[in-house]
């Protein structure tokens, strides 16, 4: 099933700007989300040991899916599975190492991510002010492109390296 | 390369060091050419690599995020690398996502898809793939392509700076090379240049200089030293030369020398050649040459004489298909073959009598030698032919003429055989006759004059003999007849039959065989027997006083040979030397006036000398006129089996005396007794003879038997005897005459003095060894067998005789008789063979007397009738030849035939009764059917087991009981009545068993054979032979039971 979506988003990248927010668009991000794990360096204490999972969670409306699901079904990083949580409301939040805050939550970034652990929570938002909230990475369009915002500044203060190769590709802020 | 050989020396080490040294640099630089062009291409594979990964890492992000614009980027970067044609990055799936290229040639260049990972070289330019990973996990592909000028620029620039490099070097090379070969060039240069001085101005005497110790110096030295030998070898050149120069113009002299001889001789040998050819042609002989095919292929004047062609009519035709009768083709084609082949053949070689065949078509023998000659490995042939036809004539003529010679001899050697029968008849006639009337009364003055006829009649049968004899010696028709003998036997046989006439000269007749000669030998006796007799007899003939002693000693033995030496000597008159040799020559006597006194025809010895001849030995004569003489004789005989004479035991260790006055007969005596294991003492007179015996009687070892000679001077025989008798100590001692003659009245005088036989001398060893055994076992009957060699006791040994006399002569038929009559025996007369069987069939004989020559049936055949008769039965009658045939193999032929013994004719009366003894002895020895009691009182007795009272009453009955048998035989035989015959005939044959009386059996046998085949004829005669049988035993089985009686 992973195999198919993967080759149903490589296919589809080209046409990425013309889709707008539709169930593609979530594809992609879902494969981002797995992709900024392999690009963010996590303090080590965030895990219990080595065999611990890579938890991302999903605060507020989930537009996902079951695609996310997919997208990490059977992928490892650094020898971690994913699982992959949903919070509905903060009192739910949970630990976990990627937090995808919905556009609806982006205001209450910082609560959630105090919620989520504090340190060593990578924060996506896609919400227009969500750096500004305090958030860590933000998914944008434009011109009918997904593009990324990245603060620096709040990954330092979350103790997150991110790699200079996803950097270059993404709107540093 | 032909060109380098030829180059100076000098250019030839600056060559080979400028071509090592060049090569040497081209090497190297070829080997620092191919590291550095390696060495550029591994570090530009490293640097393009490298870029790669670098470009490759910078693009995961952007892969990852499938951000094309960030990796564009980041292959634009590329830009600054000049070397970079073009790059591609891959997606995961292969796809190209961004591209880059220098100019648009790049774009074609850049693969649809990721090839293999690593770097390669393609087209000149270098690739390399590499993986693009995240995590591990491959992202895409990164591809590079770079074009290599930087290298081939590198390469350039390295290549120029090397090849001045080596320009330098061999310019450097090179001007080494011209400064130092001097070192080695110089001195040989030097050698080179003194050599071609030497060898242009022959100039030995100039020497190269050293100035090295290496092998160029080693070389100087050993030059120089050539040059001396070649400089002292060329001094003895010289003087060879001017040698040489001296022989070789000897040699021509001698060579043209030579050449004039050859010359000489081909001219001889033209000359030879046209002789013989010459000769070929003009020979007397015809000359052929045959070629392989077996064509002619030359033909001489006298070969066209013989044949009637001319050469030109057969040269290189078939030879033998002209020349042979047709008959002969076949065979001399298959000849010719094997002869083509081999070149040898059955009349090659040789001188051959063949049949020519001449051009007129008449045949003529030709007598031919053929030679084989090959020529080029072909067989060609030779043939010398000469006309035999004359020669053949003469040949037949020859032929026929030894033909009729031959015939003619053949016819008067038959006329003298026939001659000697038709004469030996009348003179049988005349002797026998005479002999028969002198044994009746007559006057003094008619018994001499008869005397004479005998004596005159015998002298003309030994002389008839004689002629004969030598006849055939003289046409060679004389044999030897060899047959196996016993020496001893013998010669002592042929001694006693001489014994006679030497005691009638009361001369002693001595023979010794000395010891240690063998006895068995194989020869003919007869013609031994003829020479003795003849030798003793003319030794006897003229001795008239003294003795005549045979000697046999034995020369040399082999294996299958002896040679015996006889030698008779006489002590008679001698024979003068001048006349010893003529003796044996033919009818030539001692003296004329010898024949006057003694007769004789002169033929004897003549005979006897080509007899010894004959045996292989010679004869020959020692002798002083009125001494006597010793006639020697020398024959070889073959060795016969061994028949070892049994050893007499009971003789062994017997003291024997013998006393003789005769030195001879002592010494014979000893040897003999001596061979027995007897222990004999000897004794030359009587007197000697009784004081051995008294000494011998003191010593305990009395004589048990002495042999005493009857007439020794002084005291005789007889007188030793009686003093023998009445002497005490000596009376027991057994006592055995030996005398030389007879005397009358000698047997009454040894009954007399209780002697107990007595022997005439010459004594035979057989005879005197029984006489001994006898005479030592006591008891002897008076008429025993010592009385054998006693005319008169003879024949009283034998019963009368029932004798079968068949002759044809009817004079001879008349004095046989009477002879045999005179003696007792009973005669019937047969007139030939066929009769003879006849009689033989129906009657019963003791003995058959057999003329040989009969009408008719002859003598042979008529006894293998009687012996084929015999067959299956026990009987054998005795059948003795009587024959007027002297003729070789007579004798054979009669034994042959199953005669037992012979007697040639005229008949001498002795001779004729030693024979009829001889022959019964041996019928005695096989069936006892004669000469012994009729009846075997033994087998009687074990057929009564032993009780003699019951055979006497059984004989007691015989005579009646045979009686009444015989009566009822008659009866029936004249009533014809065979069944009853058969019956009685049986009864008796039985009866008679009951005695043994084995001639009565047989007899009653033969009668019931004969009544069974109802032969009434044969059954009367077989009756009558019966009753003769039964009259012999009567007395015998009435003596049988009157001593019952008794």
């Known amino acids: ?173 | 390369m032909r060109a380098f050989r030829d180059i100076p020396i000098k250019s030839k080490l600056i060559a080979i060091t400028m071509l090592v040294s060049c090569v040497v640099l081209l090497l190297a630089c070829a080997g620092i050419l191919v590291q550095e062009s390696f060495d550029n291409k591994k570090i530009m594979v490293r640097d393009v690599s490298t870029q790669a990964k670098i470009v490759g890492d910078n693009s995961t992000a952007a892969l990852a995020f499938f951000d094309h614009e960030s990796a564009r980027e980041i292959l634009n970067a590329l830009q600054a690398k000049t070397n970079i044609v073009s790059a591609c990055l891959y997606d995961s799936k292969g796809k190209q996502f961004v591209r880059y290229f220098r100019s648009n040639k790049g774009l074609a260049l850049i693969p649809k898809s990721p090839g293999k990972e690593g770097a390669r070289f393609v087209n000149g330019n270098l690739i390399v793939f590499r993986r693009v990973r995240l995590d591990n996990k491959p992202i895409g592909t990164i591809y590079i392509e770079s074009d290599t000028l930087q290298i081939q620029a590198n390469m350039r620039r390295f290549v120029t700076i090397l090849s001045i490099a080596m320009l330098i070097s061999i310019f450097v090379a090179f001007l080494m090379a011209s400064r130092f070969q001097r070192i080695i060039s110089e001195p040989i240069l030097c050698l080179a240049g003194i050599s071609k001085a030497v060898s242009i101005d022959k100039n030995y005497s100039v020497r190269a200089v050293k100035c090295s110790g290496d092998e160029i110096g080693t070389l100087i030295d050993c030059f120089n030293e050539m040059l001396s030998c070649v400089q002292q070898r060329d001094a003895e050149l010289e003087t060879r030369v001017a040698e040489r120069t001296a022989e070789v113009e000897a040699r021509n002299k001698q060579l043209n020398d030579e050449i004039a001889e050859r010359k000489r001789a081909q001219a001889a040998l033209s000359a030879s050649e046209e002789r013989f050819r010459i000769v070929g042609t003009s020979m007397h002989d015809g000359a052929i040459v045959v070629d392989e095919a077996g064509n002619v292929s030359f033909w001489n004047e006298a070969a066209q004489r013989i044949f009637g062609y001319t050469s030109d009519e057969i040269i290189g035709k078939s030879c033998h298909a002209i020349l042979a009768p047709h008959r002969f083709h076949e065979a001399i084609d298959k000849a010719f073959a094997d002869f083509a082949a081999t070149g040898s053949g059955s009349i090659v070689g040789r001188d051959s009598e063949l049949i020519g065949l001449r051009k007129d078509g008449s045949e003529f023998p030709i007598e031919m030698s053929l030679s084989a000659v090959q020529v080029k490995g072909r067989w060609h042939s030779i043939g010398i032919i000469r006309d035999i036809t004359k020669r053949k004539e003469v040949e037949n003529e020859i032929t026929r003429a030894k033909e009729a010679a031959e015939a003619a001899s053949r016819a008067k050697s038959e006329f003298l055989a026939n001659m000697s029968h038709e004469i030996r008849t009348p003179l049988n006639g005349i002797v026998g006759m005479t002999g028969l009337a002198l044994d009746t009364d007559l006057a003094v003055d008619q018994r001499e004059y008869l005397e004479i006829v005998k004596v005159s009649a015998e002298a003309l049968l030994s002389l008839l003999n004689d002629i004969l004899d030598f006849s055939k010696i003289e046409a060679r028709k004389l044999e030897l007849n060899p047959v196996p003998f016993t020496l001893r036997e013998c010669v002592q046989e042929i001694i006693s039959s001489l014994a006679v006439k030497a005691h009638e000269k009361h001369l002693e007749l001595a023979c010794r065989v000395m010891p240690g000669v063998a006895d068995d030998f194989v020869g003919d006796t007869l013609r031994l027997r003829q020479i003795i007799v003849n030798l003793v007899g003319n030794a006897l003939k003229f001795t008239d006083r003294g003795e005549v002693v045979v000697l046999v000693d034995s020369i040399s033995q082999t294996e299958s040979e002896a040679t015996l030496h006889f030698s008779i000597s006489d002590t008679g008159i001698g024979i003068p030397k001048d006349k010893q040799n003529q003796i044996f020559s033919a009818f030539e006597q001692g003296d004329g006036s010898t024949t006057r006194k003694y007769g004789g025809t002169g033929l004897g010895l003549a005979i006897a000398s080509e007899l010894t001849r004959m045996m292989g030995g010679r004869i020959w004569v020692e002798s002083e006129v009125g001494r006597g003489s010793t006639f020697h004789f020398t024959v070889i005989f073959g060795i016969g089996e061994k028949t070892t004479e049994s050893m007499p035991l009971e003789l062994e260790g017997v003291h024997v005396l013998v006393v003789d006055d005769n030195a001879t007969n002592r010494i014979i005596l000893e040897e003999i007794l001596s061979r027995w294991h007897m222990r004999p003492v000897l004794a030359e007179c009587g007197d000697a003879a009784i004081a051995a015996m008294e000494i011998a009687c003191q010593d305990k070892d009395p004589f048990l038997l002495v042999l005493l000679d009857s007439h020794m001077p002084e005291v005789d025989g007889f007188a030793v005897a009686d003093r023998i008798r009445t002497n005490e100590s000596l009376a027991d001692t057994t006592l055995i005459m030996l005398t030389s003659g007879e005397h009358f009245g000698d047997i009454a005088k040894c009954q007399e003095k209780d002697i107990k036989c007595y022997l005439i001398k010459p004594i035979k060893n057989s005879e005197l060894r029984n006489k001994i055994t006898l005479a030592l076992g006591g008891g002897l009957p008076t008429k025993n067998k010592c009385a054998t060699t006693n005319k008169e006791g003879d024949m009283e040994v034998y019963h009368h005789l029932r004798i079968l006399l068949v002759e044809d002569n009817q004079i001879n038929q008349k004095l046989a008789q009477r002879l045999l009559e005179k003696h007792g025996h009973s005669v019937v007369l047969a007139n030939d063979g066929r009769q003879a069987v006849a009689f033989f069939e129906n009657e019963m004989f003791d003995s058959i007397l057999m003329d040989v020559q009969m009408p008719e049936m002859d003598g042979i055949q008529a006894t293998s009738a009687i012996r084929a008769l015999e067959k299956g039965t026990s009987r054998h009658v005795p059948i003795v030849a009587m024959t007027a045939h002297a003729m070789v193999g007579d004798r054979e032929r009669c034994l042959a035939a199953g005669m037992d013994d012979y007697v040639s004719k005229p008949i001498q009366p002795d001779e004729l009764f030693r024979a009829l003894e001889r022959t019964i002895d041996i019928a005695q020895g096989n069936s006892k059917m004669t000469g012994e009691p009729p009846i075997d009182l033994d087998f009687a007795l074990t057929r009564v087991e032993g009780d003699m009272q019951l055979l006497r009453e059984i004989a007691g009955l015989f005579g009646e009981e045979c009686r009444r048998l015989m009566d009822n035989l008659q009866s029936a035989l004249d009533n014809s009545d065979a069944k009853t015959v058969e019956k009685i005939a049986h009864t008796m044959k039985g009866m008679l068993g009951n005695f043994g009386a084995k001639g009565a059996i047989e007899a009653s046998l033969t009668l019931e054979r004969f009544a069974k085949q109802a032969d009434m004829e044969k059954s009367m005669t077989a009756y009558s032979n019966l009753e003769s049988a039964l009259e012999l035993i009567r007395p015998f089985i009435a003596k049988l039971a009157l001593e019952e009686a008794a």
């Open chain 1, 1 to 173: 099933m992973g195999m198919a979506v993967a080759i149903l988003l490589l296919t589809a990248l080209p046409q990425i700007g013309a889709v707008g927010r539709t169930a593609n668009e979530y594809e992609v991000k879902a494969a981002f989300l797995y992709n900024f794990a392999q690009f963010v360096e996590w303090p080590s204490d965030v895990f219990r040991d080595s065999k611990s999972p890579m938890v991302i969670g999903v605060f507020g409306q989930d537009p996902f899916g079951s695609t996310l699901d997919e997208a990490v079904k059977n992928k490892t990083v650094n020898g971690r599975r994913f699982v992959i949580k949903r919070f509905k409301a903060l009192r739910d939040i949970e630990t976990c190492q990627i937090l995808f805050v919905s556009a609806s939550e982006g205001e209450r970034v910082e609560k959630a991510a105090r919620a989520a652990g504090g340190k060593g929570v990578l924060t996506v938002g896609e919400s227009s002010h969500f750096i500004d909230h305090g958030g860590i990475i933000n998914f944008t369009i434009d011109n009918s492109k997904i593009g990324l915002e990245i603060s620096v500044d709040h990954a330092r203060n979350a103790s997150l390296k991110i790699s200079s190769k996803l950097l270059r590709l993404a709107k540093v802020v």
